[in-house]
């Protein structure tokens, strides 16, 4: 059995949630060129064995932090798909415009993927951080999925509907704009991206 | 007046084409990794200050490959424009697949970004390479923009069509899934895609 820390959860947890709590502030605040596993190890109160032993890189310690925020984009079921699938998209759009901007001075360049671009080269580095981000937006999508089922059994969308490339269609044009196009991404934005998927270009 | 070679060319045009040209199949053959600028002087056979001067990283030196390579994508209007679209989006995956797999031995892992990924971090390590690329991709689909246009004044699109989220949707599912779901992109995608695009989710 796992040591237990005083509010009974193994030590190990603690220590977990301690080190991604110290990563996600320092990540948002400096940017990932000012994520230090050093100053993450002494902020979390561990020893950087510990540290290394569950995150060996940087790479994946900023990866887990990313896993952590998304978790707190919950996704609402109003039974208005339009209404649901914009506010989930303004929420997408919300995460990667404080990614974007982690680091950077009010005022500065806002077009830039930051770390954003940071984050998918980790994914490209290592192939274990690739296959956990594959997994990570797996989840993500199923969630997304049911939401558009439950409207597709409602009648609210076609019969036929190809839910996978809806969703692709949607958080990609996203995910483009932010890291390719570098052009920007709110509320007003989910809600012609909504629109267009949602009628179509014909 | 530039000196000039022995075609007419100034010599600055005729060094830079060999670089580029070394740089590509550097780049396509052993990846990111894999390209040296050291290497890149020594096979275009210019002095290493030349190419530095002209591109002062590696990262520079990349982003002017993939700029060569999209220059070869042409966009084709045949009047049917659920073939026109399919086909550019086969083009844009066939683009993409080249450099996720550029370094990578045949039959390796062919979910990982690769290639891709690093070309999206350097635009966020740099600013003038974010604001080159910007350009570039508004050159790429101002002409894609076109294509739409004239579909749309023919009437086979939708009179209040938004050209701008159309594409973004299009290319969008396809960078989205090579550099963040880790998920394939090839013709049978590409018709699903534009199916969902034109057809809407409603």
Redesign the interface.
């Known amino acids: 059995m796992a040591e237990r820390g005083r509010r009974g959860r193994p030590r190990s947890a603690e220590a977990d949630a301690a080190i991604v709590a110290a990563a996600t502030e320092l990540l948002l605040r400096h940017g990932y060129g000012g994520l230090s596993m050093e100053e993450v190890a002494e902020r979390a109160a561990v020893a950087k064995t510990t540290l290394y032993r569950r995150w060996p890189t940087k790479d994946h310690l900023a990866v887990a932090v990313v896993a952590r925020l998304q978790e707190d984009d919950e996704i609402t079921d109003t039974g208005d798909i339009r209404k649901d699938l914009t506010d989930y998209m303004e929420k997408v759009a919300g995460g990667l415009n404080r990614m974007r901007a982690a680091g950077r001075r009010p005022g500065e360049?806002s077009?830039?993927?930051?770390?954003?671009?940071?984050l998918?080269?980790a994914?490209?580095?290592h192939?274990d951080i690739?296959?956990l981000?594959?997994r990570l937006?797996?989840r993500r999508?199923a969630l997304a999925r049911e939401l558009?089922e439950r409207a597709r059994r409602r009648g609210?969308?076609?019969a036929d509907?190809?839910s996978e490339?809806?969703l692709?269609?949607?958080?990609?044009?996203?995910?483009?704009?932010v890291?390719?196009?570098?052009?920007p991404v709110d509320r007003a934005y989910a809600e012609?991206?909504v629109?267009?998927?949602?009628?179509?270009?014909?």
Request: net charge negative; no cysteine.
């Open positions: 360049d077009t830039s993927a930051g770390t954003v671009a940071e998918v080269a994914s490209g580095r192939d690739a296959e981000r594959g937006y797996a999508n558009i609210d969308l076609r509907l190809d490339v809806l692709d269609q949607l958080a990609g044009a996203l995910y483009y704009r890291l390719i196009t570098g052009t012609r991206l629109a267009a998927a949602l009628d179509g270009a014909l």
